[in-house]
Structure formats: C-alpha cells, structure tokens
C-alpha cells in the first residue's frame, strides 16, 4: 500500500523522466534518420504512459486512501491558483481585526464573470518555506475571525461569496487551543447560516474536519472528482481507534471519505470530474470544470429571494443525518 502521493505515482514518475530524457536527446540529434526513429520511440512511450495512466485512474482501482493520496498531490492546484485562474482584480484582505493574523486561509473581494464575489479558500504552500508560512493549510482561530470579517462584508455589500476548501484539518497546536479554535470555527458556521447572499464552496482538495465546514456550510457544496471530505484525516482516525496511524486505508474506508460517498450521503450538491490523470496533470482543463460549476449554481441561486437562499442553506443542513426507521 502507498503511504503517500509520491509512492502511488512513482512508476508513473519514472515513465515520464525516461520520456523527457528521451526528448531532450532527440533535441540534440543531427542525423535524420536517428531522430526519426527516437520520435517514433517517444510516441509509443507515451502511449504506453497513456495506458498506465488510465489503467491507475479507472475508477475501479481507485479506493478512498488512493483518492485522499491524489487529493494531496504537490502539484494539485491552490487556491489561488484557481483565483487567478477564474478571477479579475483579486485582492487579499489580512488580519481578524483582534491583534492576529492568518496566512492559511486567504480572502478578498474579486470580480467572478464580471460580478463582484467574495473569495475565502485555504491556501497550502508547495515547498518547505511556503508550507511553514501557510502552516500547511492548516488554520488557526483568527483564520476564521478573518473569515467571519469577510462573510459579514460579504453580507454587507451584497456579494456571493465562493469558498475553496483544501485542508487536513483546522491548526491542533496549543495556541489555537488557548485562543480559541473551537469557538471560532463554530461562530464562522454560524454566521454562514446567517448570510442572506449566495454561497457557492468548492472541496478542490483535502476537506478534513471542522477546518473545513468552517467555510463550507454553503448553499451548494462542490467537489472535485479526487477530492476527499471527512471529519478526520483517515492517519488520524486509524491512530486514535487501533493505535496505528498505518491503517489509513482502513479507516479511509471506514469513513466513506471520496465525493461518492458523499453525494450518496448528501453532503455535497456534484462532483465535478476530473480529466484522466487528476486535477494536477490538467489544470487549466480542471479551471474551466469549476468556472462552469461554479456558474451555474450561482446562476440559480441568484433566483432566490434573500430569505429564500437563507431558508434552503439552513434546511438543507438540518435534513443532514435524519433517516426513517422502517420496520420489516
């Protein structure tokens, strides 16, 4: 079993270094009839890449651990990836306005389609110094201060608001204990349920815990193909019911974590596919996805009434774990 992303592509990874090798020394071949037979080797190489790529993604070899390994791939797309991708005129708001800041959840007012929107997403960093500045996309309390902040500009100024929800789980250190992460991370939920504008949130990565629903309790709830949604990481989860963090694909099971799982269970609105290969190896495929998803969910949210979109988030949310007894 792969303990993570690298180990579950590694065979790939090596196809595609061979690949590139082989196209950098095509580059440097002179003699024609050389570099006609290199091309032709590199064609069936890719073919052969093509295959193994498909075969790893078809969806029956794909499991809830090795879909929470492809929702933490290094080259997944961020946030703000997607915000550049999909927005104009983007700009970061910091600071909870109580003395704190927060760089794993990033915001701002933005232009959507030409509408103004409010962005709230968490945003993971791709080497070692962006990770510790990002504090892995792992929030802590004044993350959701800021966050609450933007909801009630949001609010004010008549603006939908789009979430991007990508963490293992809200920050577990000490400090965010003593000043409070659990208080926040409800009164941000709170105050989603208060909002009378539309609130679209895209699960475009890890949504681990309450670091997630903290910005997602949203009118409709998307979901990447290979993004993963649960209350627990599943290492998380295996240390704490068999003492062995290992047994992640057990408890990944366990948990019913993929977006299957939870459109089956209504936890979120769709799933929105992903090219063969994951979000990481077609990005710009994987914007255009989001943008339409996006798009469309607004569009009929913004048919609703004020008291409308208030009234259905909140109903929608407490319809969440009722089921009938039925007697046989």
Known sequence: MPSNFNEFEKELREIDEFIEKMKAEARKETNPTALEAGQAKILDLEKTRDRYLEMMYDPENLGPWEKTLIAR???????LDYVTALCQDFTELQGDRNGFADNAIVGGPALFEGTPVMI????????????????????KPEGYRKAIRLFEMAERFKMPVISFVDTPAADPGVESESRGISEAIAAS???????????????????????????????????LEHSVYSVI????????????PEMGKQ????????????LEYGIIDEILPEPVGGAHRKPVEVYATVRDGISRHLAELKTMT?????????????????FDEVSV
Not at 73 to 79: D, E, G, H, L, N
Not at 208 to 221: C, L, M, P, Y
Not at 233 to 244: M, N, Q, S, V
Not at 251 to 262: C, D, F, G, N, P
Request: proline share 6%; net charge positive.
């Open 306 to 322: 004020p008291e409308q979109v208030k009234a259905e988030r909140f109903s929608k949310f407490r319809q969440m774990g009722i």
């Open 251 to 262: 408890a990944a099971e366990a948990l019913k974590i993929s977006s299957a799982s939870a």
């Open 73 to 79: 791939a290094p080259k997944r797309p961020y946030t």
């Open 120 to 139: 709230i997403g968490h945003q993971k960093g791709r080497d070692i110094q962006s990770r510790q500045f990002r504090n892995f996309g792992m929030a």
């Open 189 to 223: 939920i709170m105050k989603m349920f208060a909002l009378t504008v539309p609130t679209v949130a895209v699960v475009i990565g890890e949504g681990g815990s309450g670091g997630a629903i903290g910005i997602a309790a949203s009118s409709r709830v998307l979901m």
């Open 233 to 244: 990481p599943p290492e998380g989860c295996a240390a704490i019911l068999w003492r062995k």
